[in-house]
């Protein structure tokens, strides 16, 4: 098909210049024009992958609207609807400047803000790359919504999605893909492995999600006064489960998209992706079969998750078989993780620390040791060093965000108003009208 | 006049709204209802944590029939609602001082 593609074009090219009565094509003319169908083969791809990742932001939404309460539905759609809205802009402002800008340090860029590298007469690739970039920062702000959801008040979630785009994400960013643009590095010049974000996107959302978890403090009624846990059921297992498959659909965005250019790579990238996604789903299954008696379906929706966010680092770089590997451990990983935060009572109502953090972690670390090119005791120590320095850096900086928010406009609504339900009490509306919420009453 | 109230199982309803037409009773009421007895609520699972489910979802039938066929009725509905299971539910039966059809007036035995 390919070849058929270009043949066609070097025909036209051909034509065009016997037409005009200018010179007969040469090798270099040919080159030329071959060049410029990649080029624009790459910017194809590298934008339809993007809207793709942006579809994510729909199955985030579902998910976290599935595995909560009803009366909390608006709630969930706003700030999903606001992370990416205000934190496009953020990252429009300052987040893509920091993240890819010219660096002298290796630390953070100091160039491109407010998308400043675009000149209306020179190279549109920032635009497409930037394209690319804001839907993979939008991805790490709303992994946190999940983690802090029915009780966050709604004018600290729009200071954080601020603050999570503008410096957060883009500081750990630069870190380890600044050279994808203008800037350099310290961890990608160590040798760091991360090829579609396990830890600059997943990870970044995970422990921020934590820090946001941990000062937020439990929802009501979801621990007991003897320290039992009284699980809080979500309202509907359907739109949890569209909003994985949305996920999974973007995850081909995510993953292969991140080659920016149309070549081969892709179609490794997209297997593995898959593998991985059907691993975890599949191990999660049985692990929760085999723990709880029945095969539980939040826990193999979280399953299939663990699988994607474990592959998106070491998506290109390992086989087939080790996806599955990859992917099974994750799926088992996400059960006994989401069992821990529950035990230790860190409330993440839709497993968003385990699967992005915990699971991001492990595929970082996946990434050194089935390496297709070969594994060595210093690329799986830069890959730790990697996965420390997101946690430090993020779980720190957010904690402090978080704290701050919460001592000045304040970060958790009232105990009449969590009772209530934020869509009445932040939104003034509620999702459905036409059913009767039974969830009310929850201390 | 006497009504007759019954707690089933929500997938009994068909049968025994069948059975009761059939033995001649010309109006029902049913409403989905949520609650416990000997049965006890059930333990289910939601994201690796077990729950106590304390009130299971049933379903409340009321008849109002003369007191000559309440027997007969008691009968048809503890016939066709029962599996042999735990959790078929219970009948009551009450007395009814008085029946008004709204669209008529007529009371009594005629407005049932």
């Known amino acids: ?443 | 006049m006497k009504k007759i109230e019954a707690i089933i199982k929500p997938f009994k309803l068909d049968e025994v709204k069948e059975a009761l037409t059939g033995i001649g009773v010309k109006g029902i009421t049913v409403s989905e209802v949520k609650g416990f007895g000997r049965q006890r609520g059930h333990k289910e699972i939601y994201r690796g944590a077990e729950y106590q489910v304390d009130f299971v979802s049933k379903i409340k039938i009321e008849v109002v029939v003369e007191a000559s066929m309440a027997g007969e009725t008691l009968d048809t509905i503890q016939k066709t609602a029962r599996t042999g299971q735990i959790g078929d539910g219970k009948i009551f039966v009450l007395p009814v001082e008085e029946a008004i059809r709204i669209r008529t007036g007529e009371s009594g035995k005629n407005a049932i």
């Open chain 1, 1 to 443: 098909m390919k070849t058929i593609f270009l043949s066609l074009v070097f025909i036209a090219v051909g034509f065009g210049r016997v037409w005009a009565g200018d010179e007969p094509p040469t090798a270099i003319s040919n080159k030329e024009a071959i060049d410029l169908v990649q080029s624009h083969a790459d910017y194809v791809w590298t934008l339809v992958a993007a809207a793709l990742v942006f579809f994510m932001q729909a199955g985030f939404a579902l998910v976290e609207c599935g595995f909560t309460r009803a009366k909390n539905a608006v709630n969930i759609m706003m700030k999903n609807l606001m992370d990416f809205s205000v934190g496009s802009l953020a990252f429009w402002a300052i987040g893509f400047g920091l993240m890819f800008g010219i660096t002298q340090t290796g630390w953070f860029g100091t160039s491109g803000f407010f998308l400043s590298d675009f000149k209306p007469d020179g190279d549109p690739w920032v635009l497409a790359f930037w394209m690319f970039q804001v839907v993979f920062c939008a991805t790490a702000a709303t992994i946190v919504s999940g983690a802090m959801a029915e009780r966050t008040k709604f004018t600290g979630y729009l200071l954080y999605s601020v603050f999570i785009s503008a410096l957060i994400y883009p500081v750990f960013g630069s870190w380890a893909w600044g050279s994808l643009f203008n800037g350099n590095g310290w961890l990608e010049n160590l040798g760091f492995i991360d090829f579609a974000g396990s830890t600059v996107v997943h990870s970044v959302g995970g422990w921020a999600g934590l820090a946001g978890a941990i000062v937020l403090g439990p929802r009501l009624g979801k621990y007991t006064k003897k320290g039992g846990i009284k699980p809080i059921l979500g309202h509907s297992m359907p739109l949890a489960a569209l909003g994985v498959f949305i996920l999974w659909l973007g995850w081909f965005g995510f993953n292969p998209g991140s080659t920016t250019a149309a070549n081969k790579d892709i179609a490794l990238i997209f297997v593995n992706t898959n593998l991985a996604a059907a691993a975890g789903a599949v191990l999660a299954m049985f692990t929760s079969w085999l723990k709880f008696g029945k095969p539980e379906v939040g826990m193999s929706l979280n399953g299939g998750l663990a699988g994607l966010v474990a592959i998106t680092s070491p998506c290109a770089t390992v086989s087939p078989l080790s996806a599955v590997i990859i992917g099974a451990i994750a799926g088992i990983i996400v059960v006994f993780s989401v069992i821990f935060f529950d035990r230790i009572k860190v409330d993440d109502p839709v497993g968003a620390i385990s699967v992005h953090g915990v699971n991001g972690a492990w595929g970082t670390l996946a990434a050194g040791i089935f390496n297709m090119g070969g594994t060595s005791a210093k690329i799986i120590g830069v890959q730790m060093l990697g996965i420390v320095a997101c946690f430090v850096w993020t779980f720190c900086a957010a904690f402090i965000l978080f704290k701050i928010i919460d001592k000045t406009v304040g970060l958790r609504v009232s105990p009449e108003e969590e009772g209530e339900g934020l869509d009445i009490t932040e939104h003034g509306g509620i999702a459905y009208p036409d059913f009767e919420v039974s969830s009310y009453a929850q201390q």
